[in-house]
């Protein structure tokens, strides 16, 4: 990925309930980033989001069939994605970078990536891995890697 020198560049990394941005104040070879927001939301396990039991309904052979209940912490996942996302694109769409690096684990990109604009798109490249809890010693070293290629 090659930019002019003085190219602006974000770096995201998010999964369903973290989020970071930073803006490198470094090189694309030795980064040095800074960190401009922090995201998070407190996503609890379904079953604590949920006090029902699973509904029933009757079947065509006149017992009682279980419904499979929504699960609600992946919405709260879900949800938090698509927020984030918006985030990216009103700074995308405002030039606030040049381009951007996403980090994410491919379970979270696969919803993020319907909610990307034409202006986020441009300008961005995806990394499929989750670096929201690595050191940043070894975020660097990522961020370096993708700048190379």
């Not at 970071?20 to 396990?45: A, H, M």
């Not at 006149?62 to 996942?77: A, C, F, P």
């Not at 951007?100 to 891995?129: C, M, N, Q, W």
């Amino acid at each position: 990925m090659t930019a002019p020198i003085d190219a602006v560049t974000w770096v995201a990394a998010f999964d369903g309930g973290k989020a970071l941005i930073w803006r490198n104040e470094g090189f694309d070879d030795q980064p040095n980033l800074k960190l401009l927001e922090s995201f998070g939301v407190e996503n609890l396990p379904d079953r604590d989001l949920s006090d029902d039991r699973p509904g029933r309904m009757a079947d065509p052979a006149g017992g009682l069939s279980g419904v499979e209940q929504t699960d609600r912490h992946d919405q709260v996942e879900t949800r938090f994605i698509e927020t984030f996302i918006h985030r990216l694109n009103a700074s995308a769409a405002g030039a606030d970078f040049d381009r951007i690096l996403v980090f994410a684990p491919p379970a979270a990109l696969g919803p993020a990536r319907g909610h990307y604009t034409d202006a986020l798109k441009a300008s961005l490249t995806e990394v499929p891995v989750d670096v929201v809890n690595e050191p940043m010693e070894k975020i660097d070293a990522r961020v370096a890697e993708a700048l190379a290629g």
